[in-house]
């Protein structure tokens, strides 16, 4: 076992295929597939699962991998501390619902973190792709909420892809609102006073269950709603329509402008919102920075 073939598993995984990591690798195909294999006889099992759809992690795969990743980041610190080789550029991938302080934080990250060369990934998506996102190492961290009404079936999926929640601040619903809005003025908010105004909420593709919405209440029925897939989207139609989404409370002025308030909701509900990671393994640097980054923004 060798570090440059832990180096092109973990290249595997980050660019979805063999031939991808072959490019960007600059080796061919070929060498890398063998390189692989190679690797995998050695351990005893198959770290990719291969079909006519492509490559995927096995279970026995996912977990060497945390190990990998580990072996591989502190191998790249010996090699720059005492062989004076220049360090490789950062990698760090983190998948989130779409929230305002999770940008806030990895502003944070690059201007405290970010050396000359890196490589990082913010993804704002869907609720069921951010489980897989960490699940399959494509993310190292995911950032989403959980209530009385997802939680059986959000940890349910956790605990089959041995991914652990943990908890960041619990929050009281909001809407979020144009400054213009009539109902801008009010300390709190009814949802019967909601009725008049375009609801908006986030697009959750295939997987369009109630469990997997990004806004709490998913269940009730609006006589005006707009499903979107961006915040920015999201953001533009709450002034030009006067409409309202549900959410933390939480929001960043420096990054959103003063166009959008939270203004709190007359509902007993609470929102649970946290990070999820493979259980058991420790973060990278970038990832721990990142926790840390978090939590300040959401303390601000």
Not at 85 to 99: A, C, D, E, I
Request: net charge negative; hydrophobic share 40%.
């Amino acid at each position: 076992m060798t570090i440059q073939q832990l180096k092109y598993a973990i290249a595997i995984v980050k660019h979805g295929s063999m031939n991808e990591a072959a490019r960007r690798l600059f080796v061919s195909q070929p060498s890398l597939s063998n390189a692989i294999k190679e690797l995998e006889d050695e351990l005893g099992f198959a770290i990719f699962e291969r079909s006519n759809k492509g490559i995927r992690l096995s279970g026995d795969g996912a977990e060497f991998l945390r190990y990998a990743r580990q072996v591989v980041e502190q191998a790249e610190l010996l090699e720059s501390r005492y062989l004076n080789k220049k360090p490789s550029p950062q990698h760090f991938s983190v998948s989130t619902q779409h929230y305002a302080f999770a940008v806030n934080a990895f502003v944070s990250l690059v201007q405290e973190h970010g050396q000359e060369e890196y490589e990082l990934s913010l993804r704002e998506t869907k609720t069921y792709d951010i489980i897989e996102d960490v699940k399959s190492f494509r993310s190292e961290l995911g950032i989403l909420y959980l209530n009385e009404f997802n939680e059986k079936v959000i940890e349910k999926l956790l605990r089959a892809a041995n991914l652990q929640f943990h908890t960041l601040f619990v929050a009281r619903p909001h809407i979020f609102i144009s400054v213009h809005n009539p109902l801008a003025k009010q300390s709190i908010v009814t949802i019967d006073q909601l009725s008049r105004y375009p609801y908006l909420f986030f697009e959750q593709g295939e997987y369009n269950s109630f469990h997997f919405s990004e806004e709490i209440l998913s269940t009730m029925t609006h006589p005006k709603s707009i499903r979107v897939s961006d915040r920015a989207t999201l953001f533009n139609l709450l002034i030009g329509l006067n409409g309202y989404t549900i959410s933390t409370g939480v929001l960043s002025a420096d990054l959103n402008g003063n166009e959008i308030i939270p203004v709190p909701l007359d509902c007993e509900e609470t929102i649970r919102v946290g990070w999820i990671a493979h259980r058991n393994s420790s973060l990278s640097t970038l990832g721990a920075a990142y926790v840390e980054c978090l939590k300040r923004a959401i303390a601000q």
